[in-house]
């Protein structure tokens, strides 16, 4: 039965939209790295950026209710396509799907907000700062320059710039943080645990993400109504 095959097709394909565009987006990281200067020196300098970043969440928060046409708090597939269209990114039907797919982080009724942060920055990412643009003309410098801090932001912790945080490097940008008072071993393991959603030990560009936008708060704002009562 067709109904049977797909449930075992499914996480396959799952599988391989996650190692397809993680690939891709190692490359990507990787290229920065090695052709722009650092933003961030310090943990403190990102912790400083938090109240940036959370107003840049807000304007991409604009942007998602845009494209969430009847307003439920999802961009379902018919959605999505309108979204992907207006991008006028050079894409196959598969290779649509798959963004779907790796955006699509809790696997559960199509894109949610944290998951849309995930696919324009992702988008920013691989298509350059024109993407944006399409998106919302308005917002467009301000969205490339959220995204641009995002990514440096990760960079800071991925040290090597293969797209993986390991959790050593993550401990040794905490311990440099100040000579003074370094952060506990158990506080670096607790909050590396809590970004690594999948716990393959790493932390990939769209699980850092994710922990950026728990913690710039904007998650807990307007997002908790249908997420915490049952
Ligand atoms: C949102 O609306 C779409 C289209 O009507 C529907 O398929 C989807 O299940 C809805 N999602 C939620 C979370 O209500
Ligand atoms: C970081 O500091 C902690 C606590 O002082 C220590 O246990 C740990 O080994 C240090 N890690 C690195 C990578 O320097
Ligand atoms: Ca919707
Ligand atoms: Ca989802
Ligand atoms: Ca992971």
Redesign the pocket.
Known sequence: MGAVASICVEPMKRRRAEKNLDEKVSAALRERAQSKKRTFRSLNSITMRLPRFKEGLRDIKDVFDHYDE?S???I????LRNCLNKLHVQMSETEADDIHRYCDVDHR??I?FPEFVVLLCLMYLLFGPDVTRRVSEFESEKLNYVFDELIDAFLFFDKDGDGKMRRKHVTRRMNETSHQERTPGHITARLFKEMDLDRNGKVNLKEFLFAMIRWAGLETEDDGS?ETSP
């Open positions: 009847n439920n708090g999802t379902d597939n018919d959605e009724n199509g949610q249908d």
